[in-house]
């Protein structure tokens, strides 16, 4: 509702205000020659709601161009010249000793004195609105505090004071028109002490800002002088309007003390402009390195920046820089100088005994070091920093001058600075690309990790006499572990576990291709000692010298229970029954460690005639090797006891209780390596019954 | 990571290279360089100190298998020495015992080179 009828405020702002300018009129028209109190009350009344209004108006306009004060002093002045202009014109039609002649003829009940009275005054009060509404922006420029309350007294006092003209017949009252425009005055003075926004400015709008603000105070002392007493503007406006004159007398005052104030500061503050200016350069142009470094750019591209920025801060004539690395030297990023001139300048500097080290800046004066003899181009002053570079390598900035200036203190400082940002980008780089292999290692590892899932058996063989269960936990690291289950016939059923040496990419390569081997060697007529013995043939084809794997192949009968199988450097194959577990290791070693006879000639066979409710138990290292948070591991000891306490189980139970203890065993250590672990139990007899 | 060093000392012609610490994925390199080393000198006759050595993984494991057919096609061997038995227990699982030769001391191992 309010929202609303604030809307409705804003868009009627400029009929309201056009209203009070009819009103304003046609009240003129009626009671020109006013005498009462009333009547001038009411007068008045209507010059400060038209007033009020058109600064509602005109708000937007100045609000704008807040941005650029000089912008803003420089239109007031202007106003003020015309305003003063069309006053003086309009003085000299009407002759006469202290411009009589205009005051007779606006007294006149004339409708054209009335018209030009109207016409004149409403150009002033907008004149009066557009500089009250500056004066306001100046004063809120670059405040950091909050000032409301002071300006809210000025203006208070200021409309006091002004309004307090009504009371100008009654002589013992004037006391308060006096006492309120003394406090004025006060307020003005202690307000316009505020004007920190010069120091923003630059030399040239500083310079600007002097010419103008001489400008003001000459418009606004004349204005002034004008003022009061029979002056052309006393003249013109008092008879309009007495508040709208003394208004203008107040906003005269403090126009003047404003500039009067702004003069002396931007005076004293002209000397250091130079120095605040080239400040300024250094902030921005460290804001911009800054800004430089966190996109991260191309290496080359950075050194580009770090040259061209260096030349503009430190007043340089030429920059460039030298990589240096263990074996060689790198120059790049040359800013007004040709390869060869800054090899001799890098030559000269090699010269120099003293060596430079890193974030250090030191400064040499070359003897005239000639660089064209056409251009008469000559080298006085060189600065150098260091700075610290990809992996071992360093980099020195150059810069030099054709002058004899030496570089100063606060010139080395920035280069300084400037060198430290480098290296922080340098490192950033790194960083990144760094993070990016790491990426890329992860992302390999999930393709690795994907094709091991996709080689295991996706669907466990079912048959009634044996109970199947496969358990595979992978590591975030890919292991290389691999089991697989064979229909060898329609009795024998073959089983595998093998663990790849090795990790990641290459493990998972190598388990696909086991997995192949396996699937053609693993045959009904063939012994497992014989399909291992031909699967490590298969293997030294394609296994490098470093790769190995252990594995246990076999079978078991499901009618008979018995089990063959051979163990090529695995772990053990365990045998859980009723009485206790039974730990087998064969003799054999892993597959691609030899691939001569002695692979064959010492791998032996077992063969395990299982009882009911037996269990064949493999497993890889992932579990004995489990680390708890003290780094011992789960061991085969502990295994055994999983196993022992759950050997009534069914397989899934047996093999959930020993998942369940390795993970709570290793819970607050990472898991090193994939965990497998295959269980086969056969209970043929209890299907039979 | 863990940490790993290597030290080499010569008995007679017998080079001994000590082992130390941990071999894992990240180490084995270390270890590869120094038999590497060794190899380019010319000197075949390693005995593998193993007394100082607290864990070995297949990766360290492979380092071995990847030297141990030059070294003895120039007449000269890796021998295992002084294990602890958690490690020999990995060595022993693998097979390793059947294709090296794997003592108890150091000393054993150098002079079955003579």
Known sequence: MLELLRNIMKKSRIQILLTGLLVLFVYKVLFNTSGSLILLVINDAIVVLVFYYLVLVIHELVFRKRNSPIALVFSILILLAISLLLLNISGTFFKGEDNKGLIEFLKNNDSGAILFGFIIN???????????????????????????????????????????????????????????????????????????????????????????????????????????????????????????????????????????????????????????????????????????????????????????????????????????????????????????????????????????????????????????????????????????????????????????????????????TFTDYASIAIENSRLLAESIEKERLEQELLVAREMQLKLLPQKLPESKELEISAVFIPAFEVGGDYYDFFELDEDKLGFVIADVSGKGVSAAFIMAEIRGVFEAMAKPESRPKQTLTNVNKILERSLDKKSFISSIYGYISKRSGEVVFCRAGHPSLMISSISGIEEYIPAGCGLGLTYSDIFETTLEEKCIKLEQDDAIILYTDGITEAKNSESEDFGIQKLKEVIQNNNRETAESLSSAIIKEVTTFSEHNTQHDDITLVIIKWKQKTENK | MAEFSTNTREIGNVSVLEVNGYIDAHTAPQLEGAINDLITRNKYKIVVDFDGLKYISSAGLGVFMAFIETVRSNEGDIKLAAMQPNVFNIFDLLGFPLLYEITHSVDEAVTKFK
């Open chain 1, 122 to 416: 409403t150009f002033i009060i907008f004149v009066l609105a557009y500089s009250f509404l500056v004066f306001r922006e100046l004063f809120f420029l670059k405040q950091r505090r909050n000032l409301n309350s002071y300006y809210t007294a000025l203006i208070i006092f200021l409309l006091l004071s002004s309004f307090s003209t009504v009371l100008d017949e009654y002589e013992n009252l004037q006391f308060i028109k006096l006492a309120l425009t003394a406090n004025t005055i006060i307020l003005i003075t202690i307000n316009s002490a505020r004007i920190s926004w010069i120091a923003f400015l630059n030399k040239k709008e500083k310079r600007q800002l002097l010419g103008l603000t001489v400008g003001m105070i000459l418009l606004f002392s004349f204005y002034i002088a004008n003022s009061t007493g029979n002056g052309i503007v006393y003249s013109t406006i008092s008879h309009f309007s007495k508040t709208l004159n003394h208004f203008n007398l107040l906003l005269s005052i403090y126009g003047l003390i404003y500039f009067g104030f702004l003069f002396f500061t931007t005076l004293f503050h002209l000397p250091t402009a130079e120095a605040y200016d080239r400040k300024a350069t250094e902030v921005s142009a460290l804001q911009y390195f800054s800004k430089m470094i966190n996109r991260v750019l191309d290496f080359k591209d950075m050194l580009e920046t770090i040259t061209e920025q260096a030349l503009n801060v430190s007043n340089s004539d030429h920059a460039f820089i030298v990589m240096e690395g263990d074996s060689e030297e790198n120059v790049s990023a040359l800013k007004n100088i040709s390869l060869t001139n800054a090899n001799r300048i890098y030559t000269e500097y090699k010269k120099k005994p003293e060596g430079i080290k890193q974030n250090q800046v030191v400064s040499y004066s070359f003897d005239n070091l000639l660089l064209s003899k056409e251009m008469n181009e000559k080298v006085c002053e060189v600065s150098v920093t260091k700075f610290k570079g990809h992996n071992s390598t360093s980099g020195i900035l150059f810069v030099s001058r054709k002058e004899n200036i030496p570089y100063d203190e606060e010139e080395k400082n920035l280069l300084q």
